[in-house]
């Protein structure tokens, strides 16, 4: 009993001689920094909607240098609208037509015009479309834009026309 007493006086004595009452430790405030004055944003569901930009569809050619058929940069944007479109409208079908200007043989027209039309059927289906939805063809120079025989003119023949179902 008295090993008791003596536990208990002990206890007693360690609790009893603190002179402030220990609080357990709160976490420390996150450091957080007021932002500078200015326009505050409002709250995403106070935003405003805005639209889906619109895909223009209406340009529907690529031009090509001379003896080329790799497509520009400038282009890219192009291909990657009517790419988009065919990839949402699976049943939409797309013919490709190459085309060449006047200068070289008519068999080597014909075999650019196709590698130019390839082309952009590889690139549609990069973005989306479907090999079924888009077929190349070539049409050589059998059908020119412009018939005058200079660079400008021979400019707007080395292309790349697409041409989407009921349209051909």
């Known amino acids: 009993m008295k090993k008791t007493l003596f536990s208990a006086l002990t206890l007693a004595l360690l609790y009893g ?35 889906a930009p619109q895909i223009d569809l209406s340009k529907r050619s690529v031009f090509y240098e001379y003896d080329k058929y790799d497509i520009k940069d400038e282009f890219r944007p192009v291909l990657q609208a009517h790419g988009k479109y065919l990839a949402e409208n699976r049943g939409k079908k797309m013919l490709i037509q190459g085309n060449c200007d006047e200068r070289g043989s008519r068999e080597y027209n014909i075999a650019l015009g196709q590698r130019r039309a390839e082309g952009v059927k590889r690139m549609l289906v990069l973005m989306g479309a479907t090999e079924a939805q888009v ?20 400019w707007q023949n080395r292309r790349s026309d697409m041409r989407y179902s009921g349209e051909y």
């Open 17 to 51: 001689c603190a002179s402030t009452p220990v609080e357990p430790e709160k976490p420390a405030a996150p450091d957080v920094q007021t932002p500078a004055p200015g326009p505050v944003s409002p709250p995403l569901a106070a935003r405003p909607v805005q639209p």
């Open 135 to 154: 077929e190349p063809v070539s049409l050589g120079e059998e059908k020119p834009r412009c018939t005058d025989h200079n660079e400008a003119c021979w």
